[in-house]
């Protein structure tokens, strides 16, 4: 009796291929049918599908313990080496607070010599790990927006610190800009807006650069930073014109922290926009790229699929 051989197993790569070639056709033919809703459409039920209140939430969060220590602390240095002038009366000149609300703001901020004295390297440390939890946030927000990879290994971290930078160095340069309109009047505007529009272009040509694991080039970046620009200088212009209310209100309810509570509730609206901006973008690429190029966009391992229903789009989850 001979011993029979088993039967030579089958090859796996032909089902391997044949299973690509599903996903890549059932991936068009969602985005075929994603193309047909109104881009309206779209843009909200990405913004929910992403769970972009929560993530504008987290991020609000973030900046606003990290950012506003740091402005703090960057101020006291500055101000040892020029004429020691507080932030608190910058503020109320930058803001053209007046009588009880001033007095309020006056109280809030502390004093530059008490600033110096927890001043050190591990403070100012502490406040900038908490940038990395921001950038974490909008990588995530970037990454689940346009379906694609989050970044991993040593580069998430790495651009997420070259873009805290970058954040805060426009905020403190966006906040230095509106010095010109309070100390010098409405014609300061002609000067400001266009610098500040400027530099919100580039802030949103570089940032989908560091935030995505995806090749771009300008054409592809340009329309999400024409809105960026458009929606944060609008940000900026309205913000002198808001936020002296809302620190009055919350003034006058609850003391020196109310003031705390503007500053985190305007950041909240920012960081709202920052997604919706990213969102957008993200909805405007996908319609106007080519098919072949958004449906050969590298899926993460953990996304999963969802029906034609809902916008035909795979999301990464939180």
């Known amino acids: 009796m001979t011993d029979q051989l088993p039967p030579p197993?089958?090859?796996a790569a032909p089902v391997l291929e044949a299973s690509n070639a599903d996903q890549t056709q059932s991936r068009r033919e969602r985005?075929?049918?994603m193309r047909g809703i109104s881009i309206p459409t779209s843009i909200v039920r990405r913004f929910f599908q992403i769970e972009g209140i929560r993530k504008a939430m987290l991020m609000?969060?973030?900046?606003?313990?990290?950012?506003?220590?740091l402005m703090i602390i960057t101020f006291a240095f500055v101000s040892r080496l020029r004429n020691r002038i507080s932030l608190s009366q910058v503020f109320i000149e930058q803001f053209q607070l007046k009588?009880?609300?001033?007095?309020?703001?006056?109280?809030?901020?502390?004093?530059?010599?008490?600033?110096m004295k927890i001043a050190s390297l591990i403070a100012v440390a502490s406040f900038a790990i908490s940038g990395f939890d921001v950038a974490s946030v909008f990588q995530r927000t970037f990454a689940d927006a346009w379906n694609v990879k989050r970044l991993?290994?040593?580069?998430?971290?790495?651009r997420g610190a070259v873009w805290f930078v970058l954040v805060f160095a426009t905020f403190a340069f966006g906040q230095l800009l509106q010095r010109g309109p309070a100390k010098y009047g409405g014609g300061a505007y002609f000067i400001s807006v266009p610098i500040v529009a400027v530099m919100n272009y580039w802030f949103w040509q570089v940032t989908?650069?560091?935030?995505?694991?995806?090749?771009?080039?300008?054409?592809?970046l340009r329309p999400g930073a024409i809105l960026g620009m458009i929606f944060?200088?609008?940000?900026?212009?309205?913000?002198?014109?808001?936020?002296?209310?809302?620190?009055?209100?919350?003034?006058?309810?609850?003391g020196g922290v109310g003031i705390a509570l503007a500053i985190l509730s305007w950041t909240y609206v920012v960081s709202i926009v920052w997604v919706m901006?990213?969102?957008?973008?993200a909805i405007m690429w996908e319609r106007s790229a080519n098919l072949d190029e958004v449906v050969d966009l590298p899926d993460a391992p953990d996304l999963h699929s969802t029906s034609p229903t809902t916008a035909g789009v795979d999301y990464v989850d939180l």
Do not use: H
């Open 152 to 158: 991993r290994g040593w580069r998430g971290p790495t």
């Open 9 to 11: 197993r089958p090859l």
């Open 60 to 69: 609000a969060f973030n900046l606003f313990i990290s950012i506003i220590p």
């Open 208 to 220: 989908p650069r560091l935030m995505l694991d995806k090749q771009l080039n300008s054409r592809d």
């Open 277 to 281: 901006i990213v969102v957008v973008s």
């Open 99 to 115: 009588g009880e609300t001033a007095r309020i703001v006056l109280g809030a901020f502390p004093k530059t010599s008490n600033v």
């Open 232 to 254: 944060s200088t609008a940000l900026w212009v309205l913000s002198l014109v808001i936020l002296p209310g809302w620190f009055s209100w919350y003034g006058r309810g609850f």
């Open 31 to 33: 985005l075929i049918t």
